[in-house]
């Protein structure tokens, strides 16, 4: 069992950055990879950034590809989104997730935090 929380949301203007955290609570939190995604109410969860359990391998959604960066701190068992050059369509609730493997498709992750609230205003 992984419990995650996400913190780091919060409201800022376009062209600005934020950084999201994603604390686990697994002493096992190395075996896992880590994803973020993200969702606005009345769509569908949107894949934003993946990585592996070694951080060695990464993948982005083309629409942040550029902009975030994820990492991880498997001796802090964290996970972090730097996000840059934000735009209002950013504006989400973003939620990281734990899974056996690295992949897009947020069925393949078996943990979820709660979520944390990024608004982007023009």
């Known amino acids: 069992q992984v419990q995650l929380v996400e913190s780091g949301g919060g409201l800022v203007q376009a062209g600005g950055s934020l950084r999201l955290s994603c604390a686990a609570s697994?002493?096992?939190?190395?075996?896992?990879?880590m994803g973020w995604f993200r969702q606005v109410p009345g769509k569908e969860r949107e894949f934003v950034a993946a990585i592996s359990w070694s951080g060695g391998s990464r993948r982005y959604a083309d629409s942040v590809k550029g902009r975030f960066t994820i990492s991880r701190d498997n001796a802090k068992n964290a996970l972090y989104l730097q996000m840059n050059s934000l735009k209002p369509e950013d504006t989400a609730v973003y939620y990281c997730?734990?899974?056996?493997?690295?992949?897009?498709?947020?069925?393949?992750?078996?943990?979820w935090g709660q979520g944390t609230q990024v608004t982007v205003s023009s």
């Open positions: 997730a734990a899974g056996s493997v690295l992949d897009y498709r947020g069925s393949e992750y078996d943990y």
């Open positions: 697994a002493r096992t939190f190395s075996r896992y990879a």
